[in-house]
């Protein structure tokens, strides 16, 4: 699923395409693409319709479009392979096109949300006084964002009986950083996934934290991470950023700081790729 890079990816490419556009007609090809909206396709055409666009925002992984005017705003649930494409209103639709919204200008493109497996989808919510749509409001801020408190985050991983990886992970103690980006962190900063946080010292937590926004501006800075052609900008172009990768995918490859082969290990229903010399293991974990 897309990290922080590759929302806020997305992020930058609404706000030079699509703010301050007022709606002019939304049309739902699949009405599970406004499952989570749920009274349906045309309440949400209709609370669109005539309205502008706003500063598109993100918080960590979640990207929303305010409604101006309106107190609500339209989150973007991109899943595994949603896309938000701004495109000329003559191309031809994509195969698994599911919404399209055109504007009352004369710019000569609209938004289209393409959705290949249909775990995505648009749904319109209420905000909060600070703009934050109301079901996200227990998400925390990322390690970007310039309100983040590193000494809050700090103290949380003291006073939680988890491990490293999973903390970083838990989007109520910090936001955006996925399955990817965690392991780059903790392969720069030679800390092993299953590492106890209640041992972490504020030296070693600020350590991370700097790695874990040095992974995302690096990858911000060529477009993101793209495996495979499901995640792209709003012009339909892919990211970079798996050129780069020092730990994630590479099992049994050599370590680039050590030689060491590259290990992976199921983890969560996923994998946890990490240098066997580089990052030791606890003595707790096997």
Known sequence: MPELPEVEVVRRGLQ???????V?????????AIRRHLAGPEDFAHRLKGHRIGEPSRRGKYLWLP????GTAVLAHLGMSGQLLVQPHDAA????????VRFADDLGTELRFVDQRTFGGLSLHDTA???LPDVIAHIARDPLDPLFDAEAFHQ????RRTTIKRALLDQSLISGVGNIYADEAL???????????AGFTRPRTTELLGHVRDVMNAALSVGGTSFDSLYVNVNGESGYFD?????????????RRCATPMRRRPWMNRSSYFCPTCQRAPRASS
Request: proline share 7%; charged share 35%.
């Open 16 to 22: 030079r395409w699509v703010a301050q556009r007022t």
């Open 24 to 32: 002019a007609d939304v049309e739902v090809l699949h009405p599970r």
């Open 67 to 70: 409604v101006a005017d309106t």
């Open 93 to 100: 639709d994509e195969k698994h096109l599911r919404i399209r």
């Open 129 to 131: 006084p600070d703009g």
């Open 156 to 159: 949380a991983l003291r006073r």
């Open 187 to 197: 392969w720069r900063a030679r800390i092993h996934y299953e590492r106890p946080t």
């Open 243 to 255: 050129r780069s990768l020092d730990a994630y995918g590479r099992e049994g490859l050599p370590c």
